[in-house]
């Protein structure tokens, strides 16, 4: 019996706090769509009064329109009586019901189109006019009529020289019927005054303040209740923003301000509060009856759900945070723990990851198994070299994370080395010899208010450069680190960008014939030239496309750039020497480039042998059996291949004997050094060796007499360098080909005589 009465009151106590809790989601509920109900009153009020405003916009840019019509056929008619003039002013008032029109000289003369002749020099609207300033006036007095109007002018230019005006006169009581439009079942009306509440323009509605001069006032003499809707709508004015606020006027209303960009005048849109929201009180009503019909059917219901979801919470909680193979934390849990633990600041922190060099073959040697066997080994160690307080996890694969405490760094670093030592130390009973290599980034923690994620972002950019070096063990982050990275996006990112704008340009090195001095090539070369006209140092850019594909886009690009070029050239009848294109080694990864490279030559329409192409030496070291390939085949396509920076490799002579090579490039460094015995004799024995494979040679880097002589008397076939040329535009290129070709024209004709 007593277990009875003790279950049902712990069934009571649940169904009690579910009763709290609905009633307390009830009333949220509640609010919260009271609140979005009157969101839905506010951009209903801001659509009505964005039409208004519109309406108003179009009327007024409508009179700008044909005043501006007008003003443009007096300026191009040769008519020059006033009178003439404004006779053909009179239809056009009539269609557009204006008050009247007039034309206007510059000395302030003003002729209507009811017979007036009056001096408007002395105001406003004629000074604005004649200084280009077209806009309505402000509502005045006629000075005939003495009615209230507003004037439209637009100004006649002749020769960039306002020379008269058009003018316009409309009543005010035409915009007043623009703004009677009815809304809101014709309980809204509206008003347009000035910065400084003043009327432009008031309401014919029954409803609207009577003998209205400024709305600031009116709100004030009518309710006291006005006096923070009046200091808010005072802001709106003053800053020319939009917005509402609530007002009384006998009862309670809304007026929604809109700026409307003409002169300093203002739109206010009334509408009775009522009116708004009778639609708001139906569907409050509504939901709190259907609530509370139902809170008693649902009780039941949500119990036996909560019930269940705690159950699956639980559960889903132990999968979260509980790594299902080292039976430690997951990184989830990890990085709830580290959120608590960094405001820890009493102490300073680090934040460490670490994984396995090439994990992936111990699992692919010894298997899965053994490779789990691996990681809660390290799971072991990391625990063991953990202090009280500090927290570790499994984060993915192979890769855990640290959070220490430290005294001074070298005591972090100390530990790291300690448990690097230990996980080597594990034995795999399948391998012998085989060492597990631990890997770490450091992150010393800067501030305890730094964002988990991007702590590991920093070890991670830590870890990346330890895993690059050989021998690493451990990498502390920088911030030269993330400098550098952010100097490189932010280049790469301006290289796309010159590449879509076009600010990337050819140079031409031209290459002489060693015993003649004759044009006899060149080398197509890419430079950077930014909007401003200066130029990027291919040093800054080339070694970061060259980490991308981005180099492939530039190879095509220069590529293209040379066959148009020669083509050119062809056209205009110069005899054009071969121009030489650098490839990537990225292109080995795409071996199609070589149809897309002959395709561009073929739409050019200049000769194969019209372009070259060049590879440097160190691209035959990666995928040597595809590069073989795609040589032979560019060599059967036609192309002729230059190898460059000949003899910075390891691996030439050997090479030689297999790869397609017409023109070998000697490095600079063989230049530079040709004094030397050991050198000289390389030299020479290259180009023997050059020419018993019918393989031409060409001297990079040359930069005085003395070298060339030396490489012309030893056999060289070309010369590149600045002795002769430095990389030049495309348009001194071809004043250097017409140059050359007229001296040989005169060599030849004096060869002649």
Request: overall charge negative; aromatic content about 10%.
């Amino acid at each position: 019996m007593a277990k009875k009465k003790k279950k049902f009151v712990f069934r009571i106590g649940y169904i009690t706090i579910l009763m709290v809790v609905m009633i307390g989601v009830l009333i949220g509920y509640s609010q919260t769509l009271e609140n979005e109900l009157r969101k839905e009153i506010q951009s209903t009020l801001k659509d009505v009064s964005s039409q208004n405003a519109l309406i108003i916009q179009n009327e007024i840019e409508g009179y700008k329109n044909t005043l501006t019509e007008v003003a443009e056929r007096v300026s191009e008619s040769e008519e020059s009586d006033e009178w003439e003039i404004v006779e053909t002013l009179k239809p056009i008032a009539q269609r557009y019901s204006f008050y009247r029109m007039g034309y206007f000289k510059a000395n302030g003369l003003a002729y209507t189109t009811d017979g007036v002749v009056m001096n408007i020099s002395d105001c406003e609207y004629f000074q604005e006019v004649m200084q280009g300033i077209i806009r309505p006036s402000n509502p005045l007095t006629d000075k005939i009529s003495g009615e209230k109007v507003a004037i439209f002018s637009v100004p006649i230019v002749k020769d960039n020289k306002v020379i008269g005006g058009i003018t316009a006169s409309y009543s005010i009581d035409s915009l007043k019927e623009v703004l009677a439009v009815s809304s809101f079942d014709g309980e809204g009306y509206s008003y347009i005054v000035r910065k400084d509440g003043a009327k432009v323009i008031d309401s014919v509605n029954p409803n609207s303040f009577k003998n209205m001069n400024n709305i600031l006032e009116s709100m004030e003499q009518m309710d006291e209740r006005n006096a923070e809707a009046i200091q808010i709508l005072k802001t709106y004015l003053e800053n020319e923003q939009s917005g509402y606020v609530i007002f009384y006027n006998s009862i309670a209303k809304y007026m929604y301000c809109t700026p409307l960009g003409i002169n300093d005048w203002y739109l206010l849109d009334v509408v009775p509060v009522e009116v708004m929201e009778t639609s708001t009180n139906y569907i409050m009503h509504r939901t709190y009856a259907i609530c509370f019909a139902l809170i008693v059917v649902y009780t039941v219901i949500i119990v036996l759900i909560f019930m269940e979801e705690y159950k699956k919470k639980k559960q889903m909680r132990e999968l979260l945070y509980v790594d299902n193979l080292t039976g430690g934390n997951t990184y989830a849990k990890f990085k709830e723990e580290v959120e608590k633990k960094k405001r820890n600041s009493y102490t300073s922190k680090a934040f460490i990851i670490m994984d396995i060099k090439d994990f992936k073959l111990v699992n692919e040697l010894f298997g899965h198994d053994e490779g789990n066997k691996v990681l809660c080994y390290i799971w072991e160690v990391i625990q063991e070299n953990c202090r009280e307080g500090e927290v570790a996890a499994r984060r993915i694969a192979d890769r855990f994370t640290l959070f220490f405490y430290y005294g001074e760094k070298k005591e972090v670093e100390e530990r790291v080395m300690k448990i690097a030592e230990k996980i080597k130390s594990y034995s795999i009973q399948k391998a012998g010899e085989y060492i597990v290599q631990p890997v770490f980034g450091i992150y010393y923690i800067e501030k305890d208010t730094e964002d988990v994620d991007d702590m590991l972002n920093c070890a991670t950019l830590a870890h990346n450069i330890a895993k690059k070096e050989a021998e690493g063990v451990y990498f502390v982050y920088n911030n030269d680190i993330k400098d550098k990275m952010l100097k490189k996006k932010q280049l790469s990112d301006q290289m796309d960008h010159a590449y879509r704008h076009h600010q990337f340009v050819v140079f031409y090195q031209p290459k002489y014939a060693a015993e003649t001095k004759e044009l006899a090539g060149a080398e197509a070369l890419v430079r950077w030239r930014k909007s401003d006209g200066t130029m990027v140092p291919p040093g800054m850019f080339i070694p970061l496309a060259e980490e991308t594909n981005f180099v492939c886009k530039l190879d095509k690009y220069v590529f293209q750039e040379v066959c148009l070029a020669q083509k050119r050239w062809m056209d205009k009848g110069m005899k054009i020497v071969p121009i030489s294109v650098n490839l990537s080694r990225r292109h080995l990864n795409n071996p199609e480039f070589i149809e897309e490279y002959k395709a561009i030559l073929d739409e050019s329409g200049i000769p194969i042998d019209c372009v070259q192409l060049e590879i440097t030496e160190s691209a035959m070291y990666e995928k040597q059996e595809e590069f073989i390939r795609i040589m032979e085949k560019l060599h059967e396509t036609g192309f002729k291949i230059l190898m460059d920076d000949f003899g910075t490799g390891y691996s030439s002579l050997t090479m030689l004997r297999q790869i397609p090579i017409d023109v070998m490039k000697l490095d600079k460094t063989f230049v530079d050094d040709y004094k030397d015995v050991k050198s000289e004799q390389i030299i020479r024995c290259v180009l023997r060796m050059a020419q018993n494979l019918d393989i031409s040679i060409t001297a990079e880097g040359v930069e005085t007499e003395e070298q060339y002589i030396f490489l012309r008397e030893i056999g060289c076939d070309t010369i590149q360098g600045y002795y002769f040329a430095k990389p030049m535009p495309e348009s001194d290129y071809e004043k250097c080909m017409e140059k050359k070709q007229e001296e040989k024209a005169n060599e030849e004709i004096c060869e002649r005589i």
